[in-house]
């Protein structure tokens, strides 16, 4: 069965510092794209970043790099110098192809200043 | 432009109350999806449109009805909702729904947030 597991309910980070979200996924499709939403307590759902199954090198965007890691079937995010504007939910989710998004319980992450 | 509008971005009705969702996406995008969220937890697929066609309706109650006039409309009408549909609406699209598109993001809008008296 396909899943994603986010271990993590709530994590508090120091502003300027780095903070790592974990994320596991189960699949037995060789093709799926893996992704990171942001949620602030506003309700957008903001993307911030995509990896696919394929993809050899990990994926950055800004402040945010995914450590995928196949092998352990894990698609870590971290955010480099956190602001205080971070803090938000944080939604880990897997796509198959032709398949419904799959998401992670979420990661409740806080900045303190 | 990522963008996708939702409207109403608050709505307060009562059970016996007609209402309508509204989600807009110029993007040009052929497909569209409604998702439900309760807080802190992560959303819930509702249905999805590809090509104006309902795609896919995951077991919803007929309460709960969409629409999609065309590719860049998508609407929920609801009718006799109960307390427990008080939630967090949100739209998305993404350029494709298929079997070759697990790279196509969905693209969400900022959500209409509903309750039921």
């Known amino acids: 069965a396909q899943k994603i597991t986010q271990t993590q309910p709530g994590m508090f980070v120091q502003e300027k510092e780095a903070v790592t979200l974990d994320c596991t996924y189960d699949?037995?499709?060789?093709?799926?794209?893996l992704f990171w939403y942001k949620q602030p307590s506003s309700g957008e759902m903001i993307f911030l970043i995509y990896?696919?199954?394929?993809?050899?090198q990990n994926a950055t965007e800004g402040r945010y790099s995914l450590n995928f890691q196949k092998a352990r079937k894990s698609a870590n995010l971290v955010i480099s110098a956190s602001q205080l504007g971070d803090s938000a939910m944080y939604f880990c989710?897997?796509?198959?192809?032709?398949?419904?998004?799959?998401f992670g319980q979420g990661t409740e992450l806080s900045v303190k200043p | 432009d990522t963008e996708v509008t939702q409207t109403p971005k608050h709505l307060v009705m009562g059970m016996t109350n007609k209402k309508s969702l509204k989600c807009e996406q110029h993007?040009?995008?052929?497909?569209m999806y409604w998702y439900k969220q309760k807080a802190k937890k992560p959303p819930e697929l509702m249905f999805v449109?590809?090509?104006?066609?309902?795609?896919i309706n995951e077991s919803v109650p007929s309460r709960f009805s969409p629409e999609c006039p065309n590719s860049s409309l998508l609407n929920l009408h609801l009718h006799a909702l109960q307390p427990e549909d008080s939630a967090l609406y949100l739209c998305?699209?993404?350029?494709?729904?298929?079997?070759?598109?697990?790279?196509?993001?969905?693209?969400f809008g900022p959500g209409t947030r509903l309750t039921v008296t």
């Open positions: 990896q696919g199954s394929y993809d050899q």
């Open positions: 699949t037995s499709d060789p093709s799926y794209g």
């Open positions: 993007m040009g995008h052929r497909a």
């Open positions: 449109y590809s090509y104006e066609k309902l795609s």
């Open positions: 989710a897997m796509r198959p192809p032709g398949g419904k998004l799959i």
């Open positions: 998305a699209s993404s350029p494709l729904l298929g079997p070759a598109v697990s790279s196509y993001e969905q693209y």
